[in-house]
């Protein structure tokens, strides 16, 4: 165990070199790697809707697209519009750029087709690099390739969540990337996107603790590298003692909490939380599904990933699990989970944003989100962006839950230790885990 | 104005030559109609359910083939099952088969694909083919044969339905055959598939009667020919003395009918008709929406068909009413809805399927389905068939209406004027219009 | 068994003396009943909307009073209207009256409370005995009083129905008349209200036949007593050969059925019925539950009444099943449901509309209504009523089936062999029963 | 304008002397003030529940009684159970108690009717006063005394809320108070219940400004006072300088709002709050409607309250607007709202929890709820009460937004300047109202 010191201002994160800068080498590389991991899809995958909340990979495709066309190659940039209807076909929630295609709606766009989409993307590409390497982009326009950039990496990991979701309901559990199974192709997506990277396993050794004094202590971004502007301002934030497990919950610490009635006792849940597990019938995290037969492992739960159906490994963090459960368990254990104060101070001493494939040792980054205390709140004195880019965080800012860290899904470069994600309280197709928080008394 | 006397038994329908006989001619004939239609549609086309009543292409193209796997390539005749989860992805509702895929999620099977789909049928195709070259097939066999085409042509109308259905969500309002404009294209569907034929329109005279003087008159299907169980058993009915319109209602008269209230006035409607009105907020027929600015044409109406939007034409035929709404423009013409029967002993004099791509005169058949006051229910004596096809119409019989004659969207062989469609009383996706009956006193 | 000739027009139902006038003494004998059957329930039990399709006590109350002032009270007939609002609060569904309370939130309206609608009764029963004391009323305003003694009739059922399920959904499951126990009350209600009557009790032997020949028969109302305009043009129909059960479906058969796993055999179920089945998770009739401990009689099961919860009798007609159950019912006996000419038929020759309390041996009337095979349309050249009272039948001509008969909640008086009840296919709380129909070939 | 020093520990609210003690007199007055509320309403009122949000005043009132006979009068007080029956239908939600009646089918319970709950309430009475006078209650005993008059001070204003929920769907928009019109009554409820006080109306002049520094400060409950558990422990926030309108935002400022397009601006709005915005079609707070005729003093709205319907009064402050409008309107004006440490810190210098009906100037207490920008969560270091009374408020803290202070329903004495009240942000039957806040940069 260590005892950590209040944080100082100097241990803020430092941004060593901005990882996507608005150049074309990070353009074409971000760009590059949604299509990649589009490729593993075929076009009946690509367009199909599974749940008002998620959205179909041709639309991710697009609708990041639409975004360099929309606030990137507007006038004056020379650039010719590809299709006038994709402004409304394509827009998410930006109100004041104008109407849109109802969310819920998304996947009833079967024309304009795949092909379409690629034809649009490759369009735009031409415009954006052309306008990079003819110098076309001030400043602001430079900040919103960036900002592009980022967006775009968020959809990368939103794609890999909804085509989970999707083909989690197909009766057949194909994996993603199945469908090229014994074909040639060069353009496999990265091993690190179909599951947790093996080093997240370790033994079901207890966890140990980090553990901090409290006091004063600053939180949020500082610095000249890229953040959304819900990561600003960087503020004060008084904190009692406390301690954070130094790994995430497992899957066989999971199967306790199953095994001694988590998921029937009331006391246990917050109110909200055991309505959703009655109505829904919750008996274990999402993409779970009981053996038939016990394995002769002992297994007794299947997990289905982008990987296919597997049986559940003890030792691998439990992903999937909604914000409900994250904290019945944490009940459960006689804890809680941590504030996005407390989890922040951890990550910036004990954790790194992985710069390549590697989670950290202590799994703050590259494995799963985790769930925090702390509802998705805008920090004292925070402004939203200018312009449409505004609607980006601000908006949401009410019944939704920060989720800190990254995953395995996360695209290298876009995880930082001050990053607030954020979801409603019962999501369970984000890449979610849990760290446990113990107050120090 | 035809006064006609009661008509006997040998008026009955004459089964000149069963138009698909369960042999290799009409099996390919019928099997490469379904994929000619389906040609026009790309893989994202075909893939996805705009509504739990509809199911996307590849389904129809997937099931219709399941059914002839499913009851004629059993054993023993020789045949290598395909796929075996496609007995669960492709039943549609035959209980006695066996679990399957609920319904308002046929659109999540993204995978088997498209091509996989073509696969399939070419596969069993060759199993059918072979078995009818060599014989495999008992009596029983064949007429599983006969049906699983004529289950087949019924689904290549529920297809072209379906299509439309989704691509009226698009917002780009899409031509059934957009897809290939301008690309050399050998596999057009024909020209009847797409919008009602020019033979159907007609000047704005009045329609003319047809008058009958009732009495004790038979229907339902009689002699060799195929009919499905529910045009069975043959038998009679007593009629008062009425009259049928000889041709359908024009969207000029729908006009009328809008232009006069028709879809405020509750006295006009069925209560749930007037229901269904107000919480759908029904102001015409489906796929109408009103031109902004009045056309030079004078239009007011445009409407959306697989042929893409256009302006209404006051000759054509109305089309996309639900029972509901030709129950009131009759109610509002001082008439009524022709009964089964009425209609039957009608098309048997004055109407004719046609057998090729014309509509007879008199519009019984080849123009749209029509709306009678009927309920669907069985015919005295009725029994289903054998079996899990036995499933196939007697099922259905509660809170259905029935629909006479043929739509041009019906394949040419499909239609017979003892046919009973049916469909729920609110429907409008389905290729309906409506023929006025009489009272005579 | 018998066998029956075809029945004449001289067969036709006998009006021998309109038993509801439109005099005082009729006047004052239906509408103090309505007020004995609510005098059981206290204004808690009369202002609560257990369901949209149910309506408060008083709202029964208050409507059927309504009604007289509406139509029977209006100019130039001198009366003085209670309470403007009230035109507002308490139209049912009579478009052409004006607007109203929606019909799902008639429980709201808490005020006027229930002393107020008695004081509205009162007055306007004070007005309509004037009128007929005084000879303001013509012919047309005598009509209508006689059509609003009818209609109070029918919602004098409607409000045991609705107590009935009112109090189902109180989980200390209280009798209709709980509330007086132990205090004197000089108002009971008739013992006939609260449970089927004793003579309706009869040994578990097998059901007769009665025979019929079948042929062209006539239906509907004849002669000169009240019907109402949907039993109305009498008319020829043509049946085949029948036999209908000498009594109805016993507690006893349906145990059977259940023990047969009739709810779990889809191939005994209309589609729609079996969705119902699954969706409300039904596995007996309405307002049955089991018995944990199987009683010493044997029941497995009990059920709920007006009376309050009791083990079910085998010998007891079984109540509060729906169509679909009914269809399914008969499709296990091998058999099916009477259409209802058949019913009629049957019911002219062998049935009586009950004078006083006591059912018909055959049970045709006073124990349960009979669900027909015959869905609810209009008979051939019906026209509604003029005026707003046309509303009452016509307008509720689609997705219904017709019930015959009447059950012991039918007030005396009320019942015909020409009446047509009915009710969607998944309805429960009415006073529904089940009679077997069999081909005869 | 003042500027204050940050508060040190002693400004922490003093408790006086415990307004609610666990004595006779204050049980007496606790429970007799729910009675004076009920008097106005009668048994049908008492008894229909309006949404499944709201109860109906007769559970209020049974249901309070439940907790003294659940916590207070259990084994080993001598106590006898009013009616077993009571455990099930009068427990709300808590899970340790065992099972109860769910909560949208608490207005199915017409029985036990209003006069029995009546008899359980004085029955109760007798017990707890014996108890307390007899010194049969041991030191937890009594603090659960103490929770069970706050408890039913809670209650006392869910009561009025729930009340004019169900009043106002009443077409004919009677007043709280309508049904003793006319009527001598000695019993009448306070007027302080009906609308805010007169005190609170004020001229139109703009507000004033509380300024803060900002700095550590604490809050939470402190001392021997009571409190709930959620306001504990005390602890320390860091808050940036800010200020607070010495005022509650008025119904004039909201005209101005709705006139400036507030209710149709998307970039005003939370994206949740504009879903409900779009959704439920909200154009002005709850409870009001537009005037057909202007009103001679100009006003374009009316609003409906316990008192009835009344113009809109532009000096009134704006009542029961949703978490969602209170932000809208505070971004319109380039405001926010305050965390509810704000509010707390600025309560403890220029507010006053009333002690008897007079609201203090600035309108902290007594007036309306204040929407903060806090979602409701723990306290750091919360550990809910042991026992069932522990499912009072902690399993609550997610998907809800904290208010502060209290309104003219709140009972005297139930205020403080730590409590804490919460509600989903959307909800807009609560007695709401909106204080701004300023940064100060």
Same mark, same amino acid.
């Given at each position: 165990?260590? +005892?950590?010191?209040?944080?100082?201002?100097?241990?803020?994160?430092?941004?060593?070199?901005?990882?996507?800068?608005? !150049?074309?080498?990070?353009?074409?590389?971000?760009?590059?790697?949604?299509?990649?991991?589009?490729?593993? *899809?075929?076009?009946?995958?690509?367009?199909?809707?599974?749940?008002?909340?998620?959205?179909?990979?041709?639309?991710?495709?697009?609708?990041?697209?639409?975004?360099?066309?929309?606030?990137?190659?507007?006038?004056?940039?020379?650039?010719?519009?590809?299709?006038?209807?994709?402004?409304?076909?394509?827009?998410?929630?930006?109100?004041?750029?104008?109407?849109?295609?109802?969310?819920?709606?998304?996947?009833?766009?079967?024309?304009?087709?795949?092909?379409?989409? $690629?034809?649009?993307?490759?369009?735009?590409?031409?415009? =954006?690099?052309?306008?990079?390497?003819?110098?076309?982009? !001030?400043?602001?326009?430079?900040?919103? =390739?960036? *900002?592009?950039?980022?967006?775009?990496?968020?959809?990368?990991?939103? *794609?890999?969540?909804?085509?989970?979701? #999707?083909? +989690? #309901?197909?009766?057949?559990?194909?994996?993603?990337?199945?469908?090229?199974?014994?074909?040639? !192709?060069?353009?496999?997506?990265?091993?690190?996107?179909?599951?947790?990277?093996?080093?997240?396993?370790?033994?079901?050794?207890?966890?140990?603790?980090?553990?901090?004094?409290?006091?004063?202590?600053?939180?949020?971004?500082? /610095?000249? @590298?890229?953040?959304?502007?819900?990561?600003?301002?960087?503020?004060?934030?008084?904190?009692?003692?406390?301690?954070?497990?130094?790994?995430?919950?497992?899957? /066989?610490?999971?199967?306790?909490?199953?095994? !001694?009635?988590?998921?029937?006792?009331?006391?246990?849940?917050?109110?909200?939380?055991?309505?959703?597990?009655?109505?829904?019938?919750?008996?274990?995290?999402?993409?779970?599904?009981?053996?038939?037969?016990?394995?002769?492992?002992?297994?007794?739960?299947?997990?289905?990933? #982008?990987?296919?159906?597997?049986?559940?490994?003890?030792?691998?963090?439990?992903?999937?699990?909604?914000?409900?459960?994250?904290?019945?368990?944490?009940?459960?254990?006689?804890?809680?989970?941590?504030? %996005?104060?407390?989890?922040?101070?951890?990550?910036?001493?004990?954790?790194?944003?992985?710069?390549?494939?590697?989670?950290?040792?202590?799994?703050?980054?590259?494995? *799963?989100?985790?769930? $925090?205390?702390?509802?998705?709140?805008?920090?004292?004195?925070? +402004?939203? %962006?200018?312009?449409?880019?505004?609607?980006?965080? @601000?908006?949401?800012?009410?019944?939704?839950?920060?989720?800190?860290?990254?995953?395995?899904?996360?695209?290298?470069?876009?995880?930082?230790?001050?990053?607030?994600?954020?979801?409603?309280?019962?999501?369970?197709?984000?890449?979610?885990?849990?760290?446990?928080?113990?107050?120090?008394?």
């Amino acid at each position: 165990m260590t +005892s950590t010191r209040p944080p100082q201002k100097s241990d803020a994160p430092t941004q060593r070199r901005a990882p996507i800068a608005p !150049d074309a080498e990070s353009y074409c590389s971000v760009r590059g790697h949604t299509e990649a991991l589009a490729a593993r *899809l075929g076009p009946e995958d690509q367009v199909v809707q599974s749940m008002p909340d998620a959205s179909p990979t041709k639309w991710h495709r697009a609708h990041t697209t639409w975004f360099f066309e929309e606030f990137v190659l507007a006038e004056p940039v020379p650039h010719e519009v590809f299709d006038e209807s994709f402004r409304y076909l394509f827009n998410s929630y930006y109100e004041a750029v104008g109407e849109r295609q109802p969310r819920p709606q998304r996947g009833m766009i079967t024309r304009p087709d795949v092909a379409r989409v $690629t034809e649009f993307r490759n369009h735009v590409d031409l415009s =954006v690099l052309r306008a990079l390497r003819e110098g076309h982009l !001030d400043a602001r326009r430079l900040e919103l =390739v960036e *900002l592009g950039l980022h967006h775009e990496q968020q959809h990368q990991e939103l *794609l890999l969540m909804d085509a989970l979701h #999707l083909l +989690s #309901l197909n009766p057949t559990a194909p994996a993603y990337d199945d469908r090229d199974h014994g074909r040639p !192709d060069g353009q496999s997506a990265p091993v690190a996107t179909v599951a947790p990277p093996a080093a997240a396993r370790q033994p079901g050794a207890p966890a140990g603790l980090f553990e901090f004094e409290g006091g004063l202590v600053e939180i949020g971004h500082l /610095g000249a @590298g890229f953040a959304y502007d819900n990561e600003l301002p960087r503020h004060q934030v008084w904190l009692e003692p406390f301690a954070l497990e130094d790994r995430l919950v497992t899957c /066989g610490e999971w199967c306790e909490f199953i095994e !001694d009635g988590g998921y029937q006792r009331p006391e246990l849940w917050l109110s909200d939380g055991w309505h959703t597990v009655q109505s829904l019938r919750w008996d274990s995290p999402a993409y779970w599904s009981p053996l038939e037969d016990p394995a002769v492992s002992g297994a007794r739960w299947q997990r289905y990933s #982008l990987g296919g159906a597997a049986e559940v490994v003890p030792e691998e963090p439990v992903a999937h699990v909604s914000h409900y459960e994250a904290d019945a368990f944490a009940r459960w254990k006689g804890a809680r989970l941590p504030s %996005e104060a407390e989890w922040e101070l951890a990550a910036v001493l004990h954790g790194q944003p992985r710069s390549a494939m590697a989670p950290d040792a202590a799994q703050f980054h590259g494995v *799963l989100w985790q769930w $925090t205390a702390s509802a998705y709140l805008p920090y004292p004195g925070f +402004s939203p %962006e200018a312009g449409a880019v505004g609607e980006y965080n @601000g908006k949401f800012m009410v019944n939704q839950q920060v989720l800190r860290g990254s995953s395995f899904a996360t695209p290298a470069g876009h995880a930082r230790s001050t990053y607030r994600n954020f979801f409603p309280a019962g999501s369970r197709w984000p890449f979610t885990g849990v760290r446990i928080a113990h107050d120090r008394h």
